[in-house]
């Protein structure tokens, strides 16, 4: 059965999604992921030709960030929970902002790790975002309005990588930095002035009251039925992916690109990266809706963990440029049925009052995989072979996989769709 809503011609509902919540939170998640995507191509090269970092360096770079984000993400997670996700949301964005501007103008390299730690302290957009969107829809509807989180996520992805390759190219690579602030000063002021507050005064007001009686601590939230479980898949989600993205740029020059004038190599790794953000959003669009329909939660994120890892065992087992570029969408397709399915099914098991905090701490054990996965990628990297972050990550995705198949057995307060 079909919503109203549905039945709207698609240029109505573009009309009503952009004056609803959900168009400021889409944008929060976008430039947030945009400006990721940008450091992609742009963080190695710009480390290296400008400030002379070695490989370990640069791969520190992201642990910087994401070791910040480890320690800051509950806390941002259980202040919104406190004082609503709205000024949560603000202070977050202005992290990013600032990350952009120091990032863009940094003079040597301590700057550049200081524009990563300052982003990873206030890097809380995308948990409070969803949070936000478990706020506001209705729990069987809940992978869905996640989904927009990750349609942003794939929309970011798709020109991030490519804009910040051809900027840097063509202007250097401080210009992408300054252009992904203009970005985000415009949306900055679309939560100011659009995005009303999803927890009422009343509400907030019980959460504080039950907040300082008791504070929850990651044990208690860990006891609770399957948690463990998800927090475990979305550790090794996160260490797989990161340890293939922190060497990618490493490994498509050594590899695939050798050879090749290094600004067309540049240019090509950003467009195949946004390609496979493309593949995110028909993801998001087409495909996480009509399967949480036919198979739930469960199936959607044990069979994302698969297909994601198809991509790496082929750049492992045959790296050719042909073969990689048509596969390596399939990364996509995967995180963008791995993560709504995962924070849909986080919703389900934990009591609403601190889903904030859940998925704040789920970010956090995120984290984890984030800060160990390019320390793990570069040792592997420099002393084994370029291919064998590639090897690792496609084990883990696996294993993983097979891992995940224990979801069916996690009793659900809002129960997701049996097979």
């Given at each position: 059965?079909?919503?109203?809503?549905?039945?709207?011609?698609v240029?109505q509902?573009?009309?009503?999604?952009?004056?609803?919540?959900?168009?400021?939170?889409?944008?929060?998640?976008?430039?947030?992921?945009?400006?990721f995507?940008?450091t992609?191509p742009?963080?190695?090269?710009?480390?290296?030709?400008?400030?002379g970092?070695?490989?370990?360096?640069?791969?520190?770079?992201?642990?910087?960030?994401?070791?910040?984000?480890?320690?800051?993400?509950?806390?941002l997670?259980r202040?919104?929970?406190?004082?609503?996700?709205?000024?949560?949301?603000?202070l977050?964005?202005?992290?990013?902002?600032?990350?952009?501007?120091?990032?863009?103008?940094?003079?040597?390299?301590?700057?550049?790790?200081?524009?990563?730690?300052?982003?990873?302290?206030?890097?809380?957009?995308?948990?409070?975002?969803?949070?936000?969107?478990?706020?506001?829809t209705?729990e069987k509807?809940?992978?869905q309005?996640?989904?927009?989180v990750n349609?942003?996520?794939?929309?970011?992805?798709?020109?991030?990588?490519?804009f910040g390759?051809?900027?840097?190219?063509q202007?250097?690579?401080r210009?992408?930095?300054?252009?992904?602030?203009?970005i985000?000063?415009?949306?900055?002021?679309?939560t100011?002035?659009?995005?009303?507050?999803?927890?009422?005064p009343?509400?907030?007001?019980?959460l504080?009251?039950?907040?300082g009686?008791?504070?929850?601590?990651?044990l208690a939230?860990?006891?609770?039925?399957?948690?463990?479980?998800?927090?475990?898949?979305a550790?090794?989600?996160?260490?797989?992916f990161?340890?293939?993205q922190?060497?990618?740029?490493?490994?498509?020059?050594?590899?695939?690109?050798?050879?090749?004038?290094?600004?067309?190599?540049?240019?090509?790794i950003?467009?195949?990266?946004?390609?496979?953000?493309?593949?995110?959003?028909?993801?998001?669009?087409?495909l996480?809706?009509?399967?949480?329909?036919?198979?739930?939660?469960?199936?959607?994120?044990?069979?994302?963990?698969?297909?994601?890892?198809?991509?790496?065992?082929?750049?492992?087992?045959a790296?050719?440029?042909l073969?990689i570029?048509?596969?390596?969408?399939?990364?996509s397709?995967?995180?963008?049925?791995?993560?709504?399915?995962?924070m849909?099914?986080?919703?389900?098991?934990?009591?609403?009052?601190?889903?904030?905090y859940a998925?704040g701490?789920?970010?956090?054990?995120?984290?984890?995989g984030?800060i160990?996965?390019?320390?793990?990628?570069?040792?592997?990297?420099?002393?084994?072979s370029?291919?064998?972050?590639?090897a690792?990550?496609?084990v883990v995705?696996?294993?993983?996989?097979?891992?995940?198949l224990a979801?069916?057995?996690?009793?659900?307060?809002?129960?997701?769709?049996q097979?």
């Open positions: 059965m079909t919503s109203s809503a549905d039945n709207l011609p240029g509902r573009l009309a009503r999604f952009l004056r609803s919540p959900l168009f400021p939170i889409f944008m929060i998640v976008f430039v947030d992921v945009l400006g995507g940008i992609i742009v963080l190695p090269l710009y480390a290296q030709n400008q400030f970092a070695g490989p370990l360096q640069i791969t520190l770079l992201q642990s910087a960030y994401f070791l910040a984000q480890f320690f800051a993400s509950p806390q997670g202040l919104s929970d406190k004082h609503g996700r709205r000024p949560v949301l603000l977050s964005q202005t992290g990013t902002l600032a990350a952009f501007l120091i990032s863009g103008s940094a003079i040597g390299l301590p700057m550049l790790y200081f524009a990563r730690i300052i982003d990873g302290l206030t890097g809380g957009n995308i948990s409070v975002a969803q949070a936000y969107l478990s706020d506001v209705e509807n809940r992978a309005g996640i989904g927009i349609a942003a996520f794939g929309t970011g992805f798709l020109f991030g990588p490519a390759a051809l900027m840097a190219s202007f250097g690579p210009v992408p930095y300054f252009i992904a602030a203009c985000s000063i415009l949306t900055i002021s679309l100011y002035f659009m995005l009303p507050e999803s927890l009422t009343e509400r907030r007001a019980a504080k009251m039950r907040l009686a008791k504070k929850k601590s990651p939230m860990f006891a609770l039925p399957g948690v463990s479980l998800l927090m475990f898949i550790f090794s989600g996160q260490l797989a990161f340890a293939f922190s060497i990618w740029v490493l490994w498509a020059e050594k590899v695939m690109f050798a050879g090749f004038d290094p600004k067309v190599g540049q240019q090509a950003g467009g195949i990266l946004s390609i496979v953000g493309f593949t995110g959003v028909l993801t998001q669009a087409f996480v809706k009509p399967i949480v329909r036919r198979f739930g939660e469960r199936a959607m994120v044990a069979g994302g963990l698969l297909v994601r890892s198809v991509p790496w065992v082929l750049m492992t087992a790296p050719y440029l073969l570029g048509l596969a390596a969408p399939l990364i397709m995967g995180n963008g049925l791995i993560m709504p399915g995962l849909a099914l986080l919703t389900y098991i934990v009591p609403p009052d601190e889903r904030g998925i701490l789920s970010e956090s054990v995120q984290g984890l984030r160990s996965a390019p320390l793990i990628a570069g040792l592997l990297f420099e002393r084994v370029p291919g064998a972050p590639l690792f990550a496609a995705g696996i294993l993983s996989a097979g891992v995940a979801l069916w057995r996690i009793p659900m307060a809002t129960p997701a769709k097979m």
